[in-house]
C-alpha cells in the first residue's frame, strides 16, 4: 500500500482526482445556490438580466469607504471602474478673498437699501473667490478582465445582495456556467474578485489596469501596477499620488505576463486582489508613501484565502447592516428584475421595493463613509469621470447633511464619524477664513468644501454668498451626542460649536427695520427673489435664522451639561433672543426671506426655509400648527416632482406634517425612472437603473434622503416624545422594523403594526430614563414596563425644547394643521432594559 502510494503517477492521478472531485463540489454548490437565489423572491437584492454595457448608471457599486468599485457584469470584458476616497485634484490650497473685509460695510449698505444688483456685483468682485473654486474628487481608473468568445452567452444573470455586499454575475458560454463575484473588503482593505467556472480548464482570460491620469502601467511577475499623479485645477498643482495593484491567484492552468497585462490559460478558478492607495494623510499633507500602503494591503490579504476573505467581509458588514430590517410584505412584483420593478412601481403594487430602497441606502452609507476615512461626497464614493458633475465634492448646503440624515435613526452612528472629523477639520480652516474675510473670531464655512477643507466661498457669487455651511455641518454633532448620550464626545466637539457660535457674535449686524440680527450678506441657497432681478444676495433669510436658532440653543444647553463657558452662554442667548422669528407671508406660506416676497408659482428645488421642519425641529404640528400649516401651504406651492434629492427631503417634510399618505406619493415620484418625470426646470428627477438617485446626474443625497423618509415616516424622536407610526400610509397595511433608534438612546427592538395600529413595541433603553411616546391606539405593557398617561414637561433632557417663538403673520391670518395628537404616554426606564408593549 505504501509502495502503491508512493508511485508517482498514480499519486498524481489521485491528486488530480481529489482536486477535480473538491472543484466538482464547489462549482455544484455555487450552481445551487444561483438557482436557489433565482427561486427565492430577491428581498435584498438588485438583480437583472442584461449587463450594465457602457451605461455607468446601470453598473452596480461595491465599496469600503476607502477603495469603490463600480462593477458592470459585462460577459466579454467585464469592467470595474475604480474609485479611492482620497483620489482628488490639486493640493493643499486656500480660497480666501482678503478683499472681502474692506468691502463687508459697502456690501450690507447696499443690501439694506434694496440695491441687490449693486450689492451682487460689488461681491463677485471682492467676496467671490479669485480662482481657486474647489477640487474635484477623480477616478483612478479601470480594471478590466477580457474574456475571449464570451459574446455568445446566454442564461445571464446579475445581482447586488445588499445584505451581503456582494455582486454576483453568471452565465453560460458553450455549456460553460461561468461565475464572477466582486467585493470591497471592509477588513482587509482590498477588492477581491472570484472567477469560477462548472468544468475545469475553462477560465482563459486578460487582465489588465489603466488609468486616465498622468500615469504608468507595470508588471512584476503576477502583479499589474498602475500609478500616477493626480491633475492640476485652478492653478493648483496636482499632488496625491496613487499606486493600485492587482495580482492573480489561479488554481489550475498558467500566467502569462505581457508588457500591459497578464493572460491567464486553462484556469480552474482564479482570484484577482487588488490594492489601492494614495500618499494623503491629511488636507495639509501628502507625504506618505502610496506604493507600500498598497502593498502591504495586499500583502496583507494575500495571506487568506478566497473564501476567509468573503466570510470576513461579509461578517463586518452585517455587523452594521443587520442591525435594522424593515418588512412591509411582498407581492408578485418581486419576481421581476429591478429595472422593471422600477419602471412599474410608482403604478404598481410593491412594498418590498421600498424596504430594499431603504437598505439599499443603508447599503451605500456603509459602503462609503467607515471610520477613519473621509465622508461620502456628491457622488458617495463612486465616479467615472474625470470633471465630474460640481466637482463631486461636498456641498455643504443641503447635499453632505443630507447623506447623513440616515446615520443615527438607521443605527448606523459608526459612519457618521467621518463627517464629524471633517467638520473638525473645517473648524480650524474655517478660522483663517474668518479673520481675512470677514475680521471676525471663531470660524466659518460657504456653501462647498473640498478634500483639501477650504472654507471660502467657491463658485459664481449667486451660489458662493452663503456663510452658514458651517452651521449646518456643526448640527450633527450636536445630533449624535443627542442619541448616543456620550459626554466625552461632547466635550470633544464642544469647541467647534462654541466657536461656530463665536464668529456669529462677531459677524451679526442688526437690520435697519425691527433692529433683529442678522446674517448679511447671505442668500436662500441658490434661489433668488423676483425683486432682486435675478441676484440672490440678501440678508435675514428665514433659513439662517433657523440655523442659528438652533445652533444657539445647542450651544447653551452644552455648556450647561458640560459645566462651562456660562458668561458666553448668556452672550450667545442675548443674540438668539434678537433674530427675526418666523413669518407667515401674504399667501400663507412660510416665507422665505425677509421680506413678504416669495412667489408662490416658484418651483425651486431648494425648500431652504423648511429647514425648521427637517431636520430641524422648530416646527411642529402640535406646538405650532399655523407656523407647520405654512411651511404645509409652501410644499404644496412648490410642487412634488423636483431634482431626485429635493424629492427625498420632501418625503421627510410631509412625514413631519404627518401626512403619510403624501410622504408615500413623493417615494412614488423619487421611485420613477429617470427622464420620466416632468416638472419644467426641475424635470428628470428620479432613479436610475441600479437604483442610484438622479438629479439628473447622478446624485447620492437623494438615496440617503429618502432612506431617512422612510424611516422618518414610521418613527420620529423630536418634539419632546417619540412619535410612533407618525406617517404611515394606507398602502403599508401591515409591517415590522426592527433597530431603529431615538434620541437618548432608545432604540425600538421591534414595531409590529396592522391597520395604523401599534400590535408589538420593543423598546430597549441604553441610558435610561423617562420615555414618552406618542402612540395611534391603546397599549399595554408586558413584563416590567410600567405606563402612565404623559403630563407636564418630557423631563428625559435629550428632549428638551427651545420653545419657537412666535411668528410675524402678514395678511388676513392663517391656517392652523389640524393633527391627529394620539396617545401620550410616560414609561420609567432603567438602562440596560427591555421594555414590551402590546395592542389592547
Known sequence: MNFFLSSCPVRSFLFTLAQRFSFFLFVVFSFLSAQAVR????????????????????????????????????????????????????GPNRNDNPRALAALPEVQKLIFEGKYKEASDLAAKTIQSDSINGMDFQPVGDLTIAFPGHAGYADYYRELDVQRAVATTTYTVNGVRYTRTAFASIPDQVMVLHLAADRPGSLHFTASLASKQKSAVTIEGNKIIVSGISGKKDGVAGKVEFAAIGQIITKGGKQVSESQSIKVEGADEATVYLSMATNYINYHDVSADEGQRARQYLTKALQKKYSALLQNHISTFQHYFNRVSLDLGVTDAVQKPTDERLKEFASGDDPQMVALYFQFGRYLLISSSQPGGQPANLQGIWNDKMSPPWGSKYTININTEMNYWPAEITNLTEMHEPLVEMVKDISQTGRETAKVMYGARGWVAHHNTDLWRITGPVDGIYSAMWPMGGVWLSR????????????????????????????????????????????????????????????????????????????????????????????????????????????????????????????????????????????????????????????????????????????????????????????????????????????????????????????????????????????????????????????????????????????????????????GQVKKLVIKSLLGGNCRLRLPNAVSPAGKATLRPAAGKNTNPYYAIDETPAPLIHGTGTEQLNAQEGLLYDMNTRAGEVYTLVAR
Open 39 to 90: 427561486g427565492q423572491d430577491k428581498h435584498m437584492k438588485l438583480w437583472y438580466k442584461a449587463p450594465a454595457g457602457t451605461v455607468w448608471e446601470a453598473a452596480l457599486p461595491i465599496g469600503n469607504g476607502r477603495i469603490a468599485g463600480m462593477v458592470y457584469g459585462n460577459p466579454e470584458a467585464e469592467v470595474i471602474k475604480l474609485n479611492e476616497s482620497t483620489f482628488w485634484r490639486g
Open 476 to 755: 450633527h454633532l450636536w445630533v449624535k451626542y443627542q442619541y448616543s448620550g456620550d459626554k466625552k464626545f461632547l466635550a470633544s466637539v464642544y469647541p467647534v460649536l462654541q466657536s461656530a457660535a463665536q464668529f456669529y457674535l462677531d459677524f451679526l449686524i442688526p437690520e435697519p427695520t425691527h433692529n433683529w440680527l442678522v446674517v448679511s450678506p447671505s442668500m436662500s441657497p441658490e434661489n433668488a427673489p423676483g425683486i432682486a432681478r435675478g441676484k440672490s444676495i440678501a440678508a435675514g433669510v428665514t433659513m439662517d435664522n433657523q440655523l442659528l436658532f438652533e445652533l444657539f440653543s445647542n450651544v447653551i444647553r452644552a455648556a450647561d451639561i458640560l459645566g462651562v463657558d456660562a458668561a458666553f452662554a448668556t452672550q450667545v442667548k442675548a443674540a438668539r433672543d434678537r433674530l427675526p422669528p418666523m413669518q407667515i407671508g401674504q399667501h400663507g406660506q412660510l416665507q422665505e426671506w425677509l421680506q413678504d416676497i416669495d412667489n408662490p408659482k416658484d418651483k425651486h428645488r431648494h425648500i431652504s426655509h423648511l429647514f425648521g421642519l427637517y431636520p430641524g425641529g422648530q416646527l411642529s404640528p402640535f406646538r405650532t400648527p399655523e407656523l407647520t400649516m405654512a411651511a404645509k401651504t409652501t410644499l404644496v406651492q412648490r410642487g412634488d416632482v423636483s431634482t431626485g434629492w429635493s424629492m427625498g427631503w420632501k418625503v421627510n417634510c410631509w412625514a413631519r406634517l404627518l401626512d403619510g399618505n403624501h410622504a408615500f406619493k413623493m417615494i412614488r415620484d423619487q421611485l420613477t425612472p429617470a427622464g420620466v418625470n416632468k416638472g419644467g426646470e426641475n424635470s428628470g428627477g428620479g432613479t436610475y437603473t441600479n437604483l442610484f438617485d438622479a438629479h439628473p446626474p447622478f446624485q447620492i443625497d437623494g438615496n440617503f434622503g429618502c432612506a431617512a423618509g422612510i424611516a422618518e415616516m414610521l418613527l420620529q424622536s423630536y418634539d419632546g416624545n417619540i412619535h410612533v407610526l407618525p406617517a404611515l400610509p394606507d398602502a403599508w397595511k401591515k409591517g415590522t422594523v426592527k433597530g431603529l433608534r431615538a434620541l437618548g438612546g432608545f432604540e425600538i427592538v421591534e414595531l409590529t403594526w396592522e391597520q
